[in-house]
């Protein structure tokens, strides 16, 4: 926690400090060189329909009371959300009157005996119904996320690595594939263990149909794909030849495949009724694979460049920019798309025609995700998770390692 992590820092360099020192160890004094008087002692962290407290006191001795203040991001006016205070010791608060995807921004006044208030920073929280999934493929497991995307909820099955995430929002539970113990794994919205798990070597990739009847995943190294019931009762697989890098359930029902046959080509296969019933030659590295307006939309990141195909199968066009490091790709809900390209250490977007059309700088990114309920992109990479708005602006970062590479978003009551 933002808040807390400080704290601890403060109170530990007020055990230590002498006489001498004690005044620049005070977070609330003006010449402290870490804090300039006004720490961060308080933690505001999301949820749904409501922001919860946390704090810490920073060592100081004699404070009588606390006040919670609030204020709507950025310039908003101040309101006293405990206006006859509350005692400090209590280390918590939680605002019931948060309303879900308003930007709020809380303080803390500490009020000693003598008089003085002692002012806090102010830390924002977005509360919402969104609950954010994040898989990391360097050990970190699966971490769950506040809604807005600045506090580390929790972690679980720490020590795998998880390459690719699915949400089923009818369930609200998330798929996950687990490359390095070879499994595919469904949990609940909210963690705890999992529910259904069954062993796949060299898990890749995982994706759901239609309300979430159907789980279709694919491994790596022997190209193996399979379909599976909601409960991971096994229905259909098939070797594809591939080494697999993503499928997707497109909406008409085919699943389309993509990877590599060789070390510089690669294609994209098309199952239909569980028969594969084409395929599209010609590509070097196809690594990721969207639908948007009813066409699917290939990244390949080889040839640096996208390709558009008709839900039939049939061409539809190529991207004229030249991507460097393309990992991931998200609809940008207007017949386009977003990719993450690391190459260029960016986030690129195109138009429905695969014209570039804006370019965000975006170091270290890995995965894209966009809310298509309220239009925010969720980015994944090195320098851990970013939220940004519909102009492609940060208005949240989290620092989460060791290597963060995709986000999916569930929703408090299986809203779509």
Request: hydrophobic share 40%; with cysteine; glycine share 14%.
């Amino acid at each position: 926690m933002r808040g807390r992590r400080a704290a601890v820092l403060l109170v530990g360099l007020l055990a230590i400090a002498g006489c001498e020192e004690r005044e620049r160890a005070n977070p609330f004094d003006p010449s402290n060189p870490d804090t300039g008087g006004i720490p961060f002692l308080l933690d505001a962290r999301a949820a749904h329909g409501r922001v919860d407290l946390v704090w810490e006191t920073g060592g100081i001795s004699g404070i009588g009371l606390a006040r919670v203040f609030r204020r709507e991001a950025p310039d908003g006016p101040i309101v006293s959300l405990t206006p006859g205070g509350v005692d400090p010791a209590l280390l918590a608060y939680t605002d019931q009157g948060a309303l879900d995807g308003v930007e709020y921004e809380y303080r803390l006044e500490f009020e000693l005996s003598s008089g003085t208030a002692l002012p806090t920073r102010w830390d924002q929280a977005r509360p919402g119904p969104e609950i954010p999934w994040v898989a990391d493929s360097d050990g970190g497991g699966l971490a769950r996320l506040t809604p807005d995307g600045r506090d580390l909820v929790e972690r679980i099955e720490r020590g795998r690595w998880f390459l690719d995430l699915a949400a089923d929002t009818v369930a609200n539970a998330i798929w996950s594939a687990d490359y390095l113990a070879g499994k595919i794994l469904k949990h609940a919205s909210d963690g705890g263990s999992a529910s259904v798990t069954w062993d796949m070597p060299q898990a890749r990739a995982v994706a759901l149909g239609a309300g979430g009847e159907r789980v279709v995943a694919g491994s790596f190294g022997d190209g193996r794909i399979e379909e599976r019931d909601a409960d991971g009762r096994l229905l259909w697989s098939d070797v594809t030849g591939l080494y697999l890098e993503d499928l997707i359930v497109a909406s008409d029902g085919a699943v389309w495949v993509g990877g590599r046959l060789a070390e510089e080509t690669g294609e994209i296969q098309i199952y239909r009724d569980r028969v594969l019933s084409a395929r599209r030659p010609g590509f070097g590295h196809p690594v990721a694979m969207v639908e948007e307006d009813r066409a699917i939309i290939v990244l390949d990141a080889r040839k640096g460049s996208l390709f558009r195909f008709a839900l039939d199968g049939s061409s539809g066009g190529r991207s004229d920019s030249v991507l460097v490091d393309p990992r991931d790709l998200c609809p940008d809900g207007e017949g386009g798309v977003w990719v993450a390209d690391r190459g260029r250490a960016a986030l690129v977007r195109f138009d429905r025609e695969l014209k570039e059309s804006a370019s965000v700088p975006l170091p270290g990114v890995l995965g894209i995700t966009r809310d298509a309920r309220g239009g925010r992109l969720w980015a994944a990479g090195e320098e851990g998770i970013h939220v940004l708005d519909r102009a492609g602006s940060t208005v949240s970062r989290l620092a989460l390692g060791p290597r963060a590479i995709k986000v999916e978003l569930l929703y408090r009551g299986g809203i779509r």
